[in-house]
């Protein structure tokens, strides 16, 4: 039974990548929130809705190392693992705050902010289920990127959008380029990558966007489960298009 992990669970693309994993029984699905205080509704419904036993909720605020820390034990401690370990590892927690700052009226609270969630939380999350040995010798660590974190998409958006959480998403994929050769000498079989969702229908994208949930999600599963090492480092759009960097 493959093990998933996907944080940011409670609503938008991290719902829909649990309503879609949980579907299928054979999964088992660890859908992580940022505290019990989150508004977890949705998500309990969608669990309850997929009759899986598969599937769980766990506390995971990727702007803490404390809570990080907690959910890495918490996790190596739940019998629904039977000392399985994570196969897909889905990074999708991420925060967009205040999307009309531009380069000249960056907020540094305000970055910083997106920066410690969209960059550090995902670098020590991968890092201390690496070191609590809970990764599967041939894991599939996903990044969930945006266009916006690619400076040659970038440079075709006039004007250009959300300074501070494109800064942070181009963080991310040099991030991700580091992990897919760091993680090499560790877990020889891993494949890192990452993926541009593309404009989707979520409270972060609007509803002027785009894509359905169930349409993205749909198409990054696919390119997650095809992945082979042959792809480690590689940007995704989740039409299977590369993306430039």
């Known amino acids: 039974m493959p093990v998933y992990v996907v944080t940011g669970t409670n609503r938008g693309i991290g719902l829909e990548f649990t309503r879609q994993l949980s579907q299928d029984h054979a999964n088992i699905v660890v859908a992580c929130v940022r505290s019990p205080t989150s508004d977890v509704g949705n998500l309990q419904s969608v669990i309850e809705e997929s009759k899986s036993h598969n599937a ?14 907690w959910f890495v034990e918490t996790l190596g401690k739940q019998k629904i693992l039977a000392d399985q370990k994570v196969d897909f590892l889905i990074h999708n927690a991420a925060l967009n705050l205040k999307p009309e700052m531009n380069s000249f009226n960056l907020e540094p609270d305000l970055v910083h902010q997106m920066i410690t969630a969209n960059v550090l939380g995902p670098a020590l999350l991968t890092s201390a289920l690496l070191t609590a040995k809970l990764l599967s010798p041939k894991v599939r660590i996903f990044h969930i990127s945006s266009g916006l ?15 501070g959480y494109s800064i942070s998403k181009a963080a991310l994929n040099m991030l991700a380029v580091h992990q897919a050769e760091d993680i ?12 541009d969702p593309g404009w989707v229908k979520t409270d972060m994208g609007g509803k002027n966007a785009i894509y359905e949930p169930s349409e993205s999600v749909g198409n990054m599963l696919k390119i997650l489960h095809d992945l082979e090492e042959s792809n480690n480092g590689e940007y995704f759009h989740h039409s299977g298009r590369n993306v430039p960097w």
């Open 56 to 69: 769980i909720i766990l506390d995971c605020d990727i702007s803490s190392a404390e809570s990080i820390n």
């Open 149 to 163: 974190g690619s400076m040659a998409v970038s440079l075709d958006h006039k004007p250009r959008q959300s300074a």
């Open 184 to 195: 090499k000498s560790h877990l020889p079989g891993a494949v890192v990558a990452l993926v």
